[in-house]
């Protein structure tokens, strides 16, 4: 009788197994991530292109482009039409659709990497560390796909007329430049973004956190994850625009010409940082922050949401 209840069980749980979705590993899961982070980082960045576009111009100019993010915009399209908002959008998908691919593929990636090595139980104890170590890695190779695109973007933003649109500003730097002007930015947009990756991670998993341990994630609706999203990811943002502001300002600023002959990247950013100061650093600080907060509170909520309807739902949590 006990034989036979039991194997009633053994029956009824491998049914439950048979229909429960397959979880997913290895190249079937980082692949969605990779495709998520994609999606999320290409919709979001080029969305934001206009206000880009008048943060770079305030960076690159600020005493023609002195009136603010909304002053900036009349500004340039008083001067050139609403056309120029959108200057540079085809560099801003390419660029972040490779970078989102890197980035939160990445960082998925590297944090199971790093519970494999140290552990579940050490990675949750010490999960700050593996955020940041897991961000800083993926972000590192983001950037190597990144850097000739978003050098492209500058220059198309800095001088209108260069070229027309993404083939024609990246041939055109090519080959009167070399491979070499895709790179002149890599330092500082290492200097950039592998901070502002680190910020906006740990801390988006630091306020995400917080409220699924007031409010549990598995009492929520999908809805309410995606507005906890939002909100952890506007939070996330603007601690990273603060952080990596001066690196993107000096940026912006070497990738605006070549070159003296001669001159080395280290040299003409040391030139860059003495002419700027703290404060000059800092040009464009407000349209930056409603830039990089939005798109950062979008990617986590466009992230999140793609991640459930490709069924990328087996990482592995860490969080207390």
Known sequence: MASEAANKVDATARAAAASAPAQLSGVALYSRFALAGAICCSVTHGALTPVDVVKTRIQLDPVTYNRG????????????????LLTGVGPTFAGYFLQG??????YEF?????INFF????????????????????????D???????????????????????????SKMLKQEGVGAFYAGFGPILFKQVPYTMAKFVVYEKVAEAVYRQ??????????QTTVNL?????????AAIVSQPADTMLSKINKTKGLPGEGTTSRLIKIAKELGFRGSYSGIGARLFMVGTLTAGQFAIYGDIKKALGATGGVEISK
């Open 110 to 114: 590297f944090k199971q990497q790093s």
């Open 144 to 170: 190597i796909a990144l850097c000739p695109l978003e050098a492209t973007r500058i220059r198309l933003v800095s001088e209108p007329t260069y070229a027309n649109g993404l083939i024609g500003g990246f």
């Open 69 to 84: 993010l909304i002053g900036g915009i009349r500004q340039v399209v008083a001067k050139e039409g609403a056309g120029a």
């Open 119 to 142: 552990g579940i139980e050490n990675a949750t104890n010490y999960r700050t560390g593996v955020y940041l170590a897991s961000s800083a890695a993926a972000e590192f190779f983001a």
């Open 215 to 224: 409010f549990p994630k598995k009492d929520m609706s999908d809805g309410m």
């Open 101 to 106: 691919a890197f980035k939160f593929g990445g």
């Open 231 to 239: 909100g952890s990811g506007l939070i996330a943002g603007f601690a």
